[in-house]
């Protein structure tokens, strides 16, 4: 989805899908605080790609976000040791700016969130 900025910049968006913070086989902290319902999450470190596509599908339901294509999402893959993560260290949530193949901005969590405004603000400074 794109994030269209006061200037006309525009960013587009994508979401990768990494391992399982607390999965209930691993370390498990049951929480459903974003979750609509607060029913808390409960799923196993998915060990293939079709796995972790099936908890991602899931994913997107629960939290009634589209499945059309509309939001870009990818998978990092188990069967390859989870390279994404692996090169960038996105846990427990990061949010990077990659413009022509050079990483810009790489978001700082506070208490295990971000602040998107940040982001917005940086990207106007940026494309000003």
Known sequence: KDMVGSEGWHADWLM?????????????????????????????????????LGICTEFLQTMGLPADGELKIAVDVPEEGNRFEQAYAPWPIRMYVI???????????????????????WLEERFK
């Open 16 to 52: 990768v899908y990494i391992e399982e913070a607390h999965a209930v086989d691993e370390w498990p902290v049951r929480s459903g605080r974003f979750v609509p319902g607060g029913k808390p999450v409960s799923v196993e470190q998915p060990k293939t790609t079709n796995e972790r």
């Open 99 to 121: 413009e022509d193949g050079t990483m810009q901005f790489i978001s700082a969590p506070t208490e295990c969130s971000h602040n998107v405004g940040e982001l917005r603000e």
